[in-house]
């Protein structure tokens, strides 16, 4: 099992990400554990409740639309649907697919995941292992181990790589199934089940042509693809693998992600650019504490002309501090990507025993 410790913050420092700060801990704990105790009735998540039908036919296989995709107004029938960056279509979060579905479950394995760690009581772990058999074994409901139908565009795709960023949640499910089975709570045919799914899904992500291109993405899609499969493959114990991988690809992801100041040019393109830089150098921190685990430091890897992933932090920290006002397009209000961010430093001064922003922290943290 990971470090205690990594998990202790993982589990619980983001969960309570866009929580108010001026809650004090056992104010958000009990808040976390009323929510809990909310789930333990919840109805199960599946894929083959959604109301539309994959290309495949096949209701088991995963399918969304692209957020920002929109009927085109130029055309009688819609078709082919037009992008509008930032602006999430409502039909992309109704029931006819199954983005919203995947974000109440992994919220549900969330939240009574760090309720069990909290508590040690059993029933939500019991609850926790009835919502993942449901959507990754159990027969009837279960989820087929690929993308192929991710992020779709009526009229123009099937479904694109794109999709996979929506999975980022799963390692939520690892950190419960590794923090099940320290605890003894983790049965033999679910642990073996969800180990036999992640194989599968792993080499999907490896070997496919949608798996394939994201990997090559080179703004927050590749960095949350570096996320989602290292996580996978330390829970397949190939750490080897994965230390490989952090030493040459997400190294040099770092490198050509993030500029000498800091600045993440490919984020700060977008409708929300102070959003998307605080989630890509998010990716990147989740990386790095991976890199802990199997000996390779990228808290700490500088390219020759400044490039880091501390750089990146120091860059967007005058603007949560307020010293600069953010001058990129923001369309959407910055107050959650805020409390990320700052969920983000408390994180990394604690894994990484880093003081680099003491100062601020200790300003932030009393506001």
Same mark, same amino acid.
């Given at each position: 099992?990971?470090?205690?410790?990594?998990?202790?913050?993982?589990?619980?420092?983001?969960?309570?990400?866009?929580?108010?700060?001026?809650? /004090?801990?056992?104010?958000?704990?009990?808040?976390?554990? #009323?929510?809990?105790?909310?789930?333990?009735?919840?109805?199960?998540?599946?894929?083959?409740?959604?109301?539309?039908?994959?290309?495949?036919?096949?209701?088991?296989?995963?399918?969304?639309?692209?957020?920002?995709?929109?009927?085109?107004?130029?055309?009688?029938?819609?078709?082919?649907?037009?992008?509008?960056?930032?602006?999430?279509?409502?039909?992309?979060?109704?029931?006819?697919?199954?983005?919203?579905?995947?974000?109440?479950?992994?919220?549900?394995?969330?939240?009574?995941?760090?309720?069990?760690?909290?508590?040690?009581? *059993?029933?939500?772990? /019991?609850?926790?292992?009835?919502?993942? #058999?449901?959507?990754?074994?159990?027969?009837?409901?279960?989820?087929?181990?690929?993308?192929?139908?991710?992020?779709?565009?009526?009229?123009?795709?099937?479904?694109?790589?794109?999709?996979?960023?929506?999975?980022?949640?799963?390692?939520?499910?690892?950190?419960?199934?590794?923090?099940?089975?320290?605890? #003894?709570?983790?049965?033999?045919?679910?642990?073996?089940?969800?180990?036999?799914?992640?194989?599968?899904?792993? &080499?999907?992500?490896?070997?496919?042509?949608?798996?394939?291109?994201?990997?090559?993405?080179? #703004?927050?899609?590749?960095?949350?693809?570096?996320?989602?499969?290292?996580?996978?493959?330390?829970?397949?114990?190939?750490? *080897?693998?994965?230390?490989?991988?952090?030493?040459?690809?997400?190294? &040099?992801?770092?490198?050509?992600?993030?500029?000498?100041?800091?600045?993440?040019?490919?984020?700060?393109?977008?409708?929300?650019?102070?959003?998307?830089?605080?989630?890509?150098?998010?990716?990147?921190?989740?990386?790095?504490?991976?890199?802990?685990?199997?000996?390779?430091?990228?808290?700490?890897?500088?390219?020759?002309?400044?490039?880091?992933?501390?750089?990146?932090?120091?860059?967007?920290?005058?603007?949560?501090?307020?010293?600069?006002?953010?001058?990129?397009?923001?369309?959407?209000?910055?107050?959650?990507?805020?409390?990320?961010?700052?969920?983000?430093?408390?994180?990394?001064?604690?894994?990484?025993?880093?003081?680099?922003?003491?100062?601020?922290?200790?300003?932030?943290?009393?506001?």
């Amino acid at each position: 099992m990971r470090n205690k410790q990594v998990l202790f913050f993982l589990g619980l420092c983001f969960f309570f990400w866009g929580s108010t700060f001026s809650q /004090n801990l056992d104010d958000r704990s009990n808040e976390l554990i #009323n929510k809990a105790k909310n789930l333990l009735t919840t109805k199960v998540y599946s894929v083959v409740h959604k109301v539309g039908v994959p290309p495949s036919g096949n209701k088991h296989d995963y399918m969304s639309i692209g957020p920002y995709w929109w009927p085109n107004p130029e055309s009688e029938n819609g078709l082919p649907y037009i992008r509008k960056d930032g602006k999430v279509n409502p039909e992309s979060r109704n029931n006819y697919t199954d983005f919203s579905t995947l974000d109440n479950f992994i919220s549900a394995v969330k939240t009574l995941n760090s309720a069990y760690y909290l508590t040690k009581e *059993e029933k939500y772990a /019991n609850k926790c292992l009835e919502l993942i #058999n449901t959507w990754f074994l159990d027969e009837t409901t279960k989820m087929n181990p690929n993308v192929n139908y991710g992020q779709y565009v009526p009229g123009e795709s099937e479904g694109r790589c794109f999709g996979i960023i929506e999975f980022s949640g799963i390692t939520e499910v690892i950190e419960f199934l590794e923090l099940a089975k320290d605890r #003894n709570t983790l049965d033999k045919k679910t642990e073996s089940g969800m180990l036999k799914w992640f194989k599968e899904y792993s &080499d999907w992500l490896m070997h496919s042509k949608l798996g394939k291109q994201e990997s090559t993405r080179t #703004n927050n899609h590749g960095t949350h693809y570096d996320v989602q499969l290292l996580n996978i493959l330390l829970y397949l114990n190939k750490k *080897e693998a994965v230390k490989k991988y952090l030493s040459t690809i997400t190294k &040099d992801r770092i490198f050509s992600q993030i500029e000498p100041d800091g600045s993440q040019p490919l984020e700060l393109a977008r409708t929300k650019s102070f959003s998307y830089s605080v989630m890509n150098l998010h990716g990147f921190l989740e990386l790095a504490i991976m890199g802990q685990q199997v000996g390779v430091n990228l808290w700490d890897t500088v390219s020759e002309d400044g490039r880091s992933i501390k750089a990146g932090y120091q860059y967007l920290l005058p603007y949560l501090t307020g010293e600069k006002d953010w001058e990129y397009q923001q369309i959407e209000d910055k107050k959650h990507s805020k409390s990320k961010l700052l969920s983000d430093l408390n994180l990394a001064k604690e894994v990484f025993n880093d003081n680099t922003f003491d100062k601020a922290l200790n300003t932030l943290n009393k506001k």
